[in-house]
């Protein structure tokens, strides 16, 4: 940046000079707008006697600030200036923020700018062949049908011709048979159960707000922070976007609200997983039969969930055993 700066002032024959950081900040700035675009920052601010922080994210705040600058050296004049200075370093800061992704310098964990734009991936500048074809490895790689019908946009298949399968997975989902279903009958609570179709996870990565929520939920959880947890997973569902979390992170989100004996807030979120009928279902009905019986004292309702569990014989393993033996033993105990 200095030598960007220097050279052409003494070339020119200019008695001016430059110095300080800010040119080289700008450049960081940039870069960190183009490495972690949706992280935030705390910000300050002092106006007349009100002041107070607020957030924002790092790439709303680098731009206003690259933007403040040009509009300075339009109203004033392209002269080397200060503005021009920090003009100079964003320039400086965008080619090699893009050069160090590219050669892989720098691990962002798939949260840079071209990593959550697919469409800047088509440029070759930006996107080397070798990030597509790993991108591509990775994707085949981890491929699994069940996460993948209920991936969110961080998990979502690497291509389109992966996201057909899990269409056509999903639209294929057979239903256990008959006889491998528990009945309300049985219990007194009437018909037969149904098992539910699964109902795959809607892509909610175009909202501007899904991808920093889900992002900082995760992170809350990662961290046993049921508290850091909550305000995120309360904006997800003001706005509506719970229906796009994946039933892992919902149900890593129960287990710390449990932890904590806030039961009353894990039913609506078991509800959902349950109501998807995806591969956490049966862990969710479960969960709600013991809170039902175990906490609210709702007999009825604890054998109602219960009863919802179902596994397909070809499918049965030591684990589902003993899922179905703790469920008839809860069963049990709502009869009595």
Known sequence: ???????????????????????VIFALMVMAMLWAPENEMDCFYFIVFTFGTFE??????????????????????????????????AAIGLPVGIWMLRQNLVDCE??????????????????????????????????????????TSNTAPANKNIAAMTGTLAARTKKPAPDSMPTKRAFGLGKKASSPALVAVPDLSAHPEFNRLTFLLRQ????????SAQPHYGRLESLNLTRGVSDQVLMSY?????????????????????????DASNQARLRIG??????????????????????????MTEENRKLLAIRDSLLAQTTV
């Not at 070759?124 to 591509?136: A, C």
């Open 1 to 23: 940046d200095g030598a960007a700066v220097q050279l052409p002032m003494f070339l020119l024959g200019s008695e001016g000079m430059a110095l300080g950081a800010s040119g």
């Open 56 to 89: 924002v994210r790092i790439v709303k705040l680098g731009a206003a600030f690259v933007m403040l600058q040009i509009l300075f050296l339009v109203l004033y004049g392209f002269s080397m200036s200060s503005e021009m200075l920090h003009v100079i370093g």
């Open 110 to 151: 798939g949260w840079d700018v071209i990593s959550r734009n697919e469409w800047l991936q088509g440029f070759g500048i930006l996107w080397s062949p070798e990030q597509r074809r790993r991108l591509q490895k990775k994707g085949d790689d981890h491929y699994d049908p069940v996460t993948a019908a209920l991936a």
């Open 220 to 227: 809350a959880i990662a961290s046993s922070s049921a508290g």
């Open 254 to 278: 129960v287990g710390l609200l449990a932890r904590e004996k806030r039961y009353a807030e894990t039913l609506p979120i078991l509800n959902r997983v349950a109501a998807r009928g995806g």
């Open 290 to 315: 013991q809170i039902e019986l175990k906490v609210n004292h709702d007999s009825k309702a604890a054998a109602i969930a219960l009863a919802e569990i179902h596994v397909d014989p070809k499918l």
